[in-house]
Structures are given as C-alpha cells and as structure tokens.
C-alpha cells in the first residue's frame, strides 16, 4: 500500500505545494498598486513653484501671448469687421447692404469688385499696430488685477472675475484708443480715387475742429461760449462710450470664458475635455483644454460679451467716424443715441449684431486658444 493511501500520511509534495502556498515568497518584489485614475503618476513627476505673477519674466511672457493672440484673432475675421465697420457707421454707400446676411456677403462682393482682395483688409495695418499693444495690455493687466482681486482659490467668485476683466479692458483701452480712432477712419473710407494714408489721416484728425458749442445760461445773462476744441482730444472720439462699453464687453468676456472652462475641466467629463498636464506646468495651473473644448469655451465668451455691450459699441462707432461725415460737429453719447433711435429705432442700436456675432465669436474664439496655448507653451 502506498504511503498517499494510508491514513494520517500525507505525501511529501502535496506538503511542500502547501508551505508554498501559504508561506509568501520571500524573494519576490511588492507589486505595486494599480493608479488609481490616470493622473496618478502625473503626481510623481516634479512641478515648477508657482510663477511669481509680478515678475519681469511673467510679465514680458504675458504681454507677448496676449499680443500675438490678438493679432491671430483679428486676422481671421479682418473682412467682416470691416464691413461691420462700414454698416455701424451708417457709410452712405452701403446702408443699402444692411439688414441680411445677403447684404454682408454683397457688401463683401462690392468691396472685392473695387478693391480687389486688399479692399477686405482695408485698414487691418493699422488694427496689427493697435491690437497687439491693446490685447498684450489687456491679458497683461487681466493676470495682474486678477492675482490682486483673487490672491487664492477662497477668493474666487463671479464677482471678482467679472471686476478683473472690466478693469483690464479699461486699462486697455485708454493706452490704444487713438489707434482705434485711426482705424475706424481708415476703414470707413470706400472712395477709390483718393486714399488716404495713415499719416494724412492722423493729420486729418488731428486738425478737425468742432464747431465752437453755446452754453444755456441763467435768464438775463450772457450765454457762455465753449470754445472750439482741436488737436490731440480729437484722437478720443467716442472715448466715454468706449469705457462704458468695455466695463461688460471685457469683463464678461473673460467671466464667461473662465467660467466655461471651470465647467469643461468638471471631474466628470475631464478625460474628454482636457488634455494631460505638460511637464513645465507651474504648480497649481489648471489643466490645459483640449482644441475643440477652448475654441467653445472662447465662442461663448464671444457670443455673452457681445450681446451685452453692442448698443453702446454702434453709439461709439458713430460718434468715432463723427468728424469724417456731417459739419464736424463733437456729438455727445445722448446727442448720438438721439440720432440713432431717430433714424431706426431701438433696431438702430443693434445694427450689424449678427455680423457681430460671426464675427466675435471665432475672435474671442481664437484669441484665447492662442493665449493659452501660447502660455503652455511659455511655460506660465
């Protein structure tokens, strides 16, 4: 009888097969745990310290994305802003166009079959000069007032966004509105026998003057004069409507954009909208968007800031090409919102919207794509 067939034996292997079993081996490395999400060895990987947001070297990197951004952006939609242009300002020569998208694309063919395709971007060298400095400001002075408004996550709200965008877009805007000015004036212009260079027109504007105004005065006294005013002020034309319009246009646009991409970046639907966080990414930088999320993130932003402020935006259109039509004559922004409601009514106020909309939304669009990409890539 074998010694596996007798009871209370057990056979050799069988009790080697067991002590190894159950006696773990002593030789074997731990096996490592399974990453719990695919992010978790993204932790291991060392981070930069956070960038000092005051520094010269986040500064000049800020400045110039935002520079390069704005400029990418309004190359792309520089034939429809200058027929948004032509439209807002009420240019005699194309009212005919207004009111249908039949009209833009017209106005479009008119200007081609006169000018050929440089007709399109009539005036764009004079919106490369004023948008870099304007777009390198405004990301510039967005990253600075923000770092103040919102020194950490606790202090982050709607609110201050809105407030550091509005304050960026104003500071802005005061450094590069006669640039604007010379712009729009350029663009306005369809006459193709006598063009006007960039140094006439500023010498155009420089010497219009406005008529001199009367002052009412108390009964039985002399009216007051308000002598005629000329030179430099006449390069901020439309300037206080262009304040009141940026204080939503800017700060709506970089809430909205901020916010959507809060909710892009949500827990939930992060594997399909971000993409992973590069190597050089300072601590604490959100994870980039992917193409498709900033682009729409952008568009929204476009389509939200555009709505709120495009009244203020005709009125300021009109009162900016003021001395190029009529006697010259300085309007004030009620004086022009007069005109405006006179001619067409509430409808006047809205006047070139939907180009509008074509036109900011792959602005904004591709402004802040090219911001963000730009700030990756220099490591901000």
């Not at 932790?43 to 390069?68: E, F, H, I």
Request: charged share 20%; with cysteine.
């Amino acid at each position: 009888m074998s010694h596996a067939s007798m009871p209370g034996v057990s056979s050799p292997q069988i009790g080697r097969d067991t002590t190894r079993a159950a006696r773990p081996n002593a030789t074997a490395l731990p096996a490592k745990d399974p990453a719990v999400c695919p992010t978790d060895d993204e932790a291991q990987v060392p981070r930069k310290p956070p960038k000092n947001k005051r520094s010269l070297d986040y500064v000049w990197r800020s400045g110039v994305a935002g520079g390069l951004a704005g400029c990418a952006a309004k190359t792309v939609v520089a034939p429809l802003d200058r027929v948004k242009i032509l439209f807002q300002s009420h240019n005699p020569h194309f009212i005919k166009y207004t009111g249908s998208w039949i009209g833009v694309s017209e106005a479009m063919k008119a200007i081609y079959q006169q000018d050929g395709p440089t007709g399109l971007f009539r005036g764009h060298s004079a919106t490369l000069l004023r948008i870099f400095p304007y777009a390198a400001i405004k990301f510039l002075a967005y990253e600075q007032i923000r770092a103040i408004v919102i020194p950490n996550k606790e202090h982050e709200t709607p609110f201050r966004r809105l407030i550091s965008g509005s304050l960026a877009g104003v500071t802005s805007v005061f450094f590069t509105y006669p640039l604007e000015v010379i712009r729009v004036r350029l663009a306005f212009e369809t006459k193709k026998d006598s063009r006007s260079s960039l140094r006439s027109i500023c010498k155009q504007i420089y010497g219009e003057q406005q008529k001199p105004r009367t002052v009412a005065g108390p009964v039985g006294e002399p009216l007051p004069v308000v002598p005629a005013r000329h030179g430099l002020t006449n390069f901020y034309r439309g300037f206080s409507p262009t304040l009141l319009g940026m204080l939503p246009y800017a700060g709506m646009s970089f809430l909205t954009h901020d916010t959507a991409g809060d909710l892009l970046r949500h827990p939930k639907i992060a594997k399909w909208t971000t993409l992973p966080q590069s190597e050089n990414a300072p601590a604490g930088k959100a994870a980039p968007l992917r193409s498709w999320a900033e682009l729409f993130a952008g568009g929204v932003a476009g389509l939200v800031s555009q709505t709120a402020s495009y009244p203020l935006e005709v009125i300021r259109r009109r009162m900016q090409v003021g001395g190029a039509v009529g006697d010259g004559h300085r309007m004030r922004i009620g004086e022009t919102a007069g005109i405006i409601m006179r001619e067409r009514g509430l409808r006047g106020f809205f006047v070139g919207l939907t180009i509008g909309y074509a036109k900011v939304v792959p602005l904004v669009a591709a402004s802040f794509y090219t911001y963000e990409r730009l700030k990756t890539w220099f490591g901000i």
